[in-house]
């Protein structure tokens, strides 16, 4: 899926062009965006980019060419699309500040996609509790902020990994709409999932073990308003088993690295000093048979 954006001026009112010919239509400056959530979630439309600055006025937010509005932004980046595209909008973010908050999570690009039907177990990452489908004790270990499981299936389903490659973390977005399965609202998040066989999970009930692709921590989905004073139009999703058609979209890999020693000493000053008494006790040791080559050997 790829969407196509012009690029247009907030402050002068116009497209923006390579040339500075406003007449000349192929020299528009255009940006292409593969597998996004926006085109999942309002298909078959068409949108451009503003942008602001320091110097950008408020009035200058409700410029377009077209008489297109401001649906969504991404840092300076000002998403714009036609006026019937608020609707969604609205159920995606009741909370207006989320659509500069999460914006990026709607515009940024995915390396692959896919759309299919799943288990996905939501889990509250405070607590554990998962709607009584694994004990809670295990469900607790099995997610964090923003951090869940994939199975190996699903993973090898959404990343293309090849045979003989290693698995490594995910970095994700995902969203499902109003009619998508069991739970009837339109939905978004982001994290990362961990690859793990959720074949052996300790199960509440025995009479009760339901195949599970896709364990997601409450803390990934966004965009509630849970904290209107007048009632949440939106609540967040209750922890349970979800049958879902969601699409879910490939960021990124994990990568490995090399971690400066700089960062692990504030990061775990405890464990940096056990480790620097058990270098010492070894570097007073072989100070003291260095000179035995019995000893040393």
Known sequence: MTLELKHFDTRLNQWVHSDNDSSNFSSLI????????LEFFLPDQDFSFGAKDQWGKVEELYNHPDGDVLLLSSKSR?????????????????????????????????????????????VDDATGENGGIIKPEQAFKLVGDCYGQISPELYSSLTEKKPGEEYRVVQHRFGWREG??????????????????????????????????????????KGTDKDNPNGATKPQIKPGLYTQQIWLGEKALSQKGKTAISQVIPSFPGGMKDYLEELESRASK????QHDPREVA
């Open 78 to 122: 000002l998403l714009y699309g036609s006026p019937e595209n608020l609707t969604i909008i609205e159920k995606l973010c009741p909370d207006r500040k989320d659509r500069g908050a999460y914006g990026s999570i709607f515009l940024g690009e995915c390396r692959h996609a896919i759309s299919e039907k799943l288990n996905i177990l939501v």
């Open 286 to 289: 072989l100070s003291e048979i």
């Open 180 to 221: 998508d399965g069991q739970d009837s609202t339109f939905r978004f998040g982001k994290g990362t999932l961990r690859p793990q066989h959720l074949s052996n999970l300790s199960y509440a009930d025995p009479n009760n073990e339901p195949k599970i692709d896709l364990i997601l921590p409450l803390s990934s989905f």
């Open 30 to 37: 255009k940006e292409k965006l593969q597998n996004t959530l």
